[in-house]
């Protein structure tokens, strides 16, 4: 068998010890392969179908371990996702949510977690309402969350008979998996009552404020405001003669409407052309015959009211009448004493100012704003009645004082009356009246008033050959009256427009 050298490969011939080629030493070689061979062992020889077979097979492992490996992570991963989506979705997370908000007052958080009835949205300052609902009315709160955490121990099923105001409910699904649920509660539309045109109402903070346009005083309108939350509101109210306001709890669309109507208060007097005042301030207002109205006020005002009338520079007052909100003190009795009433009876009987020296005999009073009304009709029927009266008694008993009362002393125009009724006198002429009618009042000026009269007198006396004259006749005479004083009308100047017999 040729052999080779174990060094370069020469081909080497027989019974050579070295190499020819490189001098390599063959004997070491061949002696170091024959140790090899009996030291080594006899390996099985294997066939080359059964080796092909045997890598298949380890191929194939190879293949099944990189398919289930990501499948078991995969089923892994899912469990786990559906476990703790389990726990973030479970109601009683929602409710724990609820109530840690509601204890560290987070409106903003808790606007977030309110769904409505109406899909509205919730804002922070209605959370804020409803938070001062549950400090103000804790039962209401303890019963809301009394009714969550049964639903959330019964998938969302509503306690039997709960009337929670706040309740958790079921809403869908997350995640196309898990049941949703919700923070609910239905949205309540306060409501304003109103009889002032043109009052702007709404909830302070939230949404638009909202006019009265058909409100008046006989007829009050209805406004609905925009839908908020269960909470503890204040609603407002703005007019040019009221602004008010009303904190209330609103609970739901049944709760009784927010009145804004004004309360009007009719003011009457015995003494036409009196100066109202309210509160010790001027209103601006002249009473009349007729009543006037002034308001509009609401609950808890407490105005008073007096009036006060000048002539020339003097004045009287009438008395005061107080409204008060303690029904306790209504003693309205007392005609003339300064009286308290209720702003409820004063709205029902009005309020009557009285002057008491008005009341009195004597006391007269012309009203510019109705000339020739009953009242001033009434007043001059009575003011000539007593003067013709007095004018008589003058002249029968040449006494010129019984007149004092209706001229101005020290005036030239006084002074001449009395020269001529001094001459009567002195023909011991006597007069009475037989009737008289005011056919006409009329303002001359700023001070005065212009009356027509017309008279029908009696005169009887004796003439120069002492014969005794009997008869009558009838005058028509324009006087001209001045106000001096409250429940003073002075006789300034007269003028006898025709002297007629009968």
């Not at 020469?10 to 001098?23: A, E, I, N, R, S």
């Not at 509160?279 to 006020?297: C, F, M, Q, R, W």
Request: proline share 3%; hydrophobic share 30%; charged share 25%.
């Amino acid at each position: 068998m040729a052999k080779h050298c174990t060094q370069c490969g020469q081909l080497l011939p027989d019974g050579v010890k070295f190499c020819t080629h490189c001098g390599h030493s063959v004997e070491s070689a061949q002696d170091q392969t024959a140790a090899t061979r009996a030291v080594a062992p006899t390996l099985p020889q294997v066939s080359p179908e059964k080796r092909h077979k045997t890598q298949s097979d380890k191929k194939s492992i190879t293949i099944k371990k990189s398919v289930l490996i990501p499948v078991i992570i995969a089923i892994i991963l899912i469990i786990g996702f559906y476990y703790t989506g389990k726990v973030f979705t479970d109601p009683q997370r929602t409710v724990d949510s609820f109530r840690n908000a509601v204890r560290d007052h987070k409106t903003h958080q808790l606007a977030q977690m309110i769904h409505t009835n109406e899909n509205t949205k919730v804002t922070d300052a209605q959370a804020k309402a409803m938070l001062q609902l549950f400090d103000k009315n804790p039962s209401i709160y303890s019963q809301s969350l009394s009714a969550m955490e049964s639903s959330a121990k019964h998938s969302g099923k509503q306690p039997s008979g709960s009337h929670a105001l706040y309740q958790l409910k079921k809403s869908g699904k997350k995640y196309l998996i898990y049941d949703n649920y919700q923070i609910t509660t239905n949205n309540v539309h306060p409501k304003v009552v109103t009889n002032l045109k043109g009052m702007k109402v709404g909830i302070k903070n939230i949404g638009k404020m909202k006019i009265a346009t058909k409100a008046n005083s006989d007829d009050s309108e209805t406004i609905t405001l925009s839908g908020v939350i269960p909470g503890y509101y204040t609603i407002i109210g703005q007019s040019k003669s009221m602004n008010t306001s009303q904190s209330a709890a609103m609970l739901s669309n049944e709760d009784n409407a927010i009145d804004f109507s004004g309360t009007f208060v009719a003011i009457s007097t015995n003494l036409p052309g009196a100066k109202l005042f309210i509160d010790d301030k001027d209103a601006s207002k002249i009473l009349s015959d007729k009543t006037v109205n002034v308001g509009p006020y609401k609950e808890g005002d407490t105005p008073s009211f007096y009036a006060t009338y000048t002539v020339n520079g003097k004045s009287i007052k009438s008395n005061t009448i107080s409204i008060s909100d303690d029904e306790s003190s209504d003693d309205y009795s007392e005609e003339y004493e300064d009286e308290t009433t209720t702003i409820d009876d004063a709205e029902s009987d009005g309020i009557n100012l009285i002057f008491e020296a008005a009341a009195e005999e004597g006391f007269y009073s012309l009203n510019r704003d109705d000339l020739n009304g009953e009242q001033n009709e009434n007043t001059l029927d009575a003011y000539f009645q007593d003067y013709y009266d007095a004018l008589s008694s003058a002249v029968n008993e040449q006494d010129n004082d019984y007149l004092t009362d209706y001229y101005e002393t020290g005036t030239s125009f006084s002074q001449s009356t009395f020269k001529d009724l001094t001459a009567i006198e002195d023909k011991e002429i006597s007069e009475s009246l037989r009737s008289f009618d005011v056919t006409k009042i009329s303002a001359a000026d700023s001070e005065t008033f212009t009356i027509d009269v017309t008279e029908d007198w009696n005169e009887y006396y004796y003439d120069d050959d002492d014969n005794a004259v009997d008869k009558d006749f009838t005058l028509k005479t324009t006087y001209q009256l001045k106000p001096t004083a409250p429940g003073q009308l002075k006789i300034v100047g007269y003028k006898t427009n025709g002297k007629s017999e009968k």
